[in-house]
């Protein structure tokens, strides 16, 4: 009886020897985050802001998606005709969890046609957290558009691509890109 408890707890100590670390730059306090994109991401929500939206509704397909916004929401008519809400500033986070990286570089580049046709663009580097984000500075959108500038981060980790953006209407008073430093500042990978 004696031997079959040494041998339990000899499986027990190699069990968790085995057990999956966190990743070095992990937060500490990963699980207390409200939003989570897998195992991959997860966001804090910055001052000024309030969590309005999250879907992972397509996590199966790896997609999740979340939103923030400031400000009181406004009704208007979209585009397509349809009933929107629109804030004087809103963030936007979204996670795509791919197959290769080259699927992933190719995911950032199509995001970057779909902003350069939206906006006047111009593009810098921004290193945070020691991550560097791939940043267009997006001003004048086209005019029924009801963001009129503000930010856009994309980011390559592997396989995956994140992309967070900061739009804001005219009006808005607030400096996006520091708005999106902070709010990069407060995702943990």
């Known amino acids: 009886m004696k031997k079959i408890g040494i041998l339990f707890l000899i499986i027990i100590l190699l069990m968790i ?3 999956k670390e966190p990743a070095a ?6 699980d207390a985050y409200p939003i989570r994109f897998g195992d991959v991401l997860a966001a804090e929500t910055i001052e000024g802001f309030t969590l309005n ?8 397909a790896g997609l999740w998606y979340a939103t923030w916004t400031a400000g009181e929401g406004e009704q208007i008519e979209n585009a397509q005709g349809r009933e929107a809400t629109v804030y004087d500033a809103q963030i936007y986070l ?3 969890e791919g197959q290769t990286e080259k699927g992933a570089q190719n995911d950032v580049l199509d995001w970057i ?5 939206a906006y006047e663009t111009t593009e810098t580097m921004l290193t945070v957290n020691g991550h560097e984000y791939r940043v267009l ?3 004048r959108g086209s005019a029924d558009n009801p963001y009129h500038h ?8 592997g396989a995956n691509v994140v992309t967070a953006e900061v ?5 808005f008073s607030g400096d996006t890109e520091a708005i999106l430093r902070q709010f990069l500042e407060h995702l943990h990978f």
């Open 167 to 171: 739009l804001a209407k005219e009006g």
């Open 150 to 157: 503000g930010e856009a981060a994309f980011l390559l980790i």
């Open 25 to 30: 730059d992990a937060h500490p306090e990963w």
């Open 94 to 96: 979204l996670l795509k």
């Open 17 to 19: 020897g085995c057990a």
């Open 53 to 60: 939206e999250t879907s992972d509704v397509m996590s199966i």
């Open 113 to 117: 046609k779909r902003e350069q046709g």
């Open 137 to 139: 500075h997006l001003v």
